[in-house]
């Protein structure tokens, strides 16, 4: 599919030049490459899409309140962005390997996250993330971008491993402002990895909004390093599974890399610690839950009889549940001995070690002195 070549601004009415097969207002809509990819899929399917959205939703405003109220250090909310991680997380094979930044906390769940995974690296506890290798998952990274090296170097073994798998990196539109975007897909194009770069436009990085980090759609930026890609609607669940699986049978099948940018919007701040109100239109966060991806799929399956008023309410209830789960594992973390940061550094002992052993209990104990 070929990417918009035409200049982009900052609001709702871009997406409506992107790949879609489901309308804001629940309407569906053809399309010749996206169609095929999800002729399998039935109401069942796309009630579960709709239940694991509504879960998402909740764990992310558990996650805020969280932090709001001192029990987490940091939130890095996605509403509005549940479509496009999970639309795409789904579609994954279970041998595949993803390298998220700090907002997929939808692609974590639906690889199969428990709940103290979505807490522990934002309450600073032991084991900073989940296991990676149970959930096919590397840590979410922090640093903007770097992850999509991880992934180039990951795709590149699976090549020499000769397994059946496909590496996955997720980041935003600002990441691909950073160079280690660029030089990942140059490695990506130049050994025709099996990587999937999936990039969720969600219009700001941080406050600097996408129409002055790029005049034109990022799709457009990939085929530049021979690299195929689909821009689609980030907030049409159905377009997002379809496109990932295009993207995934593409790699999988040893054409190499693929490059998705999903277009979609952050409704919430970049993180909890981010006042958008400073530099964010309020009549453009209106013009965009206007196009939210969860009641644009309600609106999709109750005009065709496949969803009603009883199976939402069991959605939100599954979703009340994963909540309290996920509070109760927070609450329940028991944070180490302050020294223990030092145990297990080196397998034996080490004199700088204990040297820096000392001088961090006596800073503690000079608390202690003062009270």
């Not at 509504?54 to 709001?68: K, S, Y």
């Not at 919430?268 to 239109?281: N, Q, S």
């Amino acid at each position: 599919m070929s990417p918009q070549t035409t200049p982009i601004t900052d609001t709702p009415q871009d997406i409506d030049l992107v790949g879609r097969l489901i309308a804001p207002d629940g309407s569906r809509l053809p399309h010749p490459e996206l169609d095929r990819h999800v002729a399998d899929v039935d109401a069942a399917q796309l009630r579960d899409l709709h239940r694991d959205m509504v879960v998402l939703r909740r764990i992310d405003a558990e996650g805020f309140a969280l932090q709001r109220q001192g029990q987490l250090g940091l939130w890095a909310p996605c509403q509005g962005q549940e479509a496009a991680q999970i639309g795409t997380a789904r579609s994954l094979a279970p041998q595949d390997f993803v390298f998220p930044s700090y907002r997929e906390t939808g692609v974590i769940y639906a690889r199969g996250a428990e709940p103290a995974d979505f807490v522990r690296t934002w309450r600073g506890e032991e084991g900073a993330a989940y296991d990676p290798d149970r959930l096919r998952c590397a840590p979410m990274q922090i640093i903007i971008g770097a992850q999509s090296l991880h992934a180039v170097g990951y795709a590149m073994g699976i090549q020499r491993d000769g397994t059946d798998e496909v590496s996955v990196a997720y980041f935003g539109d600002g990441a691909t402002s950073q160079g280690d975007v660029s030089e990942a897909m140059v490695f990506a194009s130049s050994y025709a990895a099996p990587v999937v770069f999936v990039c969720q436009n969600n219009h700001w990085a941080i406050s600097e909004p996408v129409a002055v980090q790029s005049r034109y759609p990022i799709a457009g930026r990939a085929p530049a390093f021979g690299i195929p890609s689909m821009r689609v609607d980030g907030n049409d669940v159905l377009a997002c599974l379809a496109a990932m699986r295009w993207a995934l049978d593409h790699a999988r099948s040893g054409k190499g890399p693929v490059f998705i940018e999903a277009v979609t919007y952050r409704m919430g701040p970049h993180t909890t610690a981010d006042d958008p109100t400073r530099y964010r239109d309020p009549a453009e966060l209106e013009a965009w839950r206007t196009r939210d991806p969860i009641a644009r799929l309600e609106a999709f399956l109750m005009a065709r009889g496949e969803l009603d008023e009883a199976q939402i309410d069991a959605a939100r209830s599954d979703a009340d549940q994963a909540a309290r789960a996920m509070r109760a594992a927070c609450i329940g973390l028991v944070t180490r001995k302050p020294l223990a940061v030092f145990d297990g550094v080196y397998a034996e002992p080490h004199t700088g070690i204990e040297r820096e052993r000392d001088a961090y209990a006596a800073y503690l104990r000079s608390f202690d002195e003062e009270a």
